[in-house]
Nanobody, 120 residues
Framework: QVQLVESGGGLVQAGGTLRLSCAASGRSFTINAMGWYRQAPGKQRELVAVITRGGTINYADSVKGRSTISRDNAKNTVYLQMNSLKPEDTAVYYC??????????????WGQGTQVTVSS
């Protein structure tokens, strides 16, 4: 079984920075794309950023220029560096990974979510 464990959320003032991390653990798996989503109260979950195994990256327009996604394939870990945070960035941030487990079909896995709160 594969698990995603997130860390790095918290409370920060507007203009501040946070770095989220998400590590995958388990046996006999290969990670394809990894990414971050967020869900604010009363809103649908939305994509923040995604990075493929080969390093292709896409960002939501709302975070472009303020956030950087990266991954360490050797550590099965994805990071999201968020700068110039705004109150509207407040949400629960979820790690997502499309993972192939040996002898099974690839599917999406989700982390438990980490709260990011930006105060004005």
């Amino acid at each position: 079984q594969v698990q995603l464990v997130e860390s790095g959320g918290g409370l920060v003032q507007a203009g501040g920075t946070l770095r989220l991390s998400c590590a995958a653990s388990g046996r006999s798996f290969t990670i394809n794309a990894m990414g971050w989503y967020r869900q604010a109260p009363g809103k649908q979950r939305e994509l923040v950023a995604v990075i493929t195994r080969g390093g292709t990256i896409n960002y939501a327009d709302s975070v472009k220029g303020r956030s950087t996604i990266s991954r360490d394939n050797a550590k099965n870990t994805v990071y999201l560096q968020m700068n110039s945070l705004k109150p509207e960035d407040t949400a629960v941030y979820y790690c997502n990974a499309n993972i192939y487990v040996w002898n099974q079909n690839s599917r999406d896995y989700w982390g438990q979510g980490t709260q990011v709160t930006v105060s004005s």
